[in-house]
């Protein structure tokens, strides 16, 4: 609902959301980019419509899981680095540059395991020149507070 998100806003909301599921529970965080459109869906097995009252600038409205679109990649691409200190458009705008690759959705499973580790599975999918999906897959430990 806001143009521009902070790391604290972001941090605040991501916490609230794992608190809910609960600790040492899995949740998934998937973002897509559409031509200039970012879109953020949270997958749980739980029910996490009334967290949406309590979240400042965030709507979670249910969707069912055929109206997200991540496709199935058809190659795999190794040795994804991440920009430092940069977001996902930056690391979209760096492999479409640099490898004709262009990120068109991430999928992170999240799972909190206590406020100040968090362990994240991260598969970025990209397409290819061919219009072909490839996708690159990262396991990354957190190590800082998370509240």
């Known amino acids: 609902m806001v143009d521009v998100v902070d790391e604290a ?3 605040k909301t991501l916490l609230a959301i794992s608190q809910h599921i609960g600790v040492l529970h899995t949740w998934k965080l998937i973002v897509t980019i559409e031509n200039s459109t970012v879109r953020y869906f949270v997958g749980s097995d739980k029910d996490i419509g009334l967290l949406s009252n309590n979240l400042e600038g965030v709507v979670l409205r249910p969707l069912t899981a055929d109206s997200i679109s991540v496709s199935e990649a058809a190659s ?3 040795f994804i680095n991440f ?3 940069g977001n996902l ?5 760096k492999y479409l540059v640099k490898n004709s ?7 992170m499973s999240i799972k ?13 999918n990209f397409k290819n020149a061919g219009g072909e ?3 690159a897959k990262r396991t990354n430990w957190f190590y800082r507070p998370i509240c």
């Not at 206590?114 to 970025?124: D, F, G, P, R, T």
């Open 133 to 135: 999906i490839v996708d």
């Open 89 to 93: 458009l930056d690391l979209r705008e």
């Open 112 to 124: 909190i395991l206590n406020s100040q580790k968090a362990h994240v599975k991260v598969v970025l």
């Open 9 to 11: 806003h972001w941090r």
């Open 101 to 107: 690759l262009e990120l068109v959705s991430c999928v």
């Open 83 to 85: 920009v430092s200190g």
């Open 76 to 78: 795999r691409k190794h």
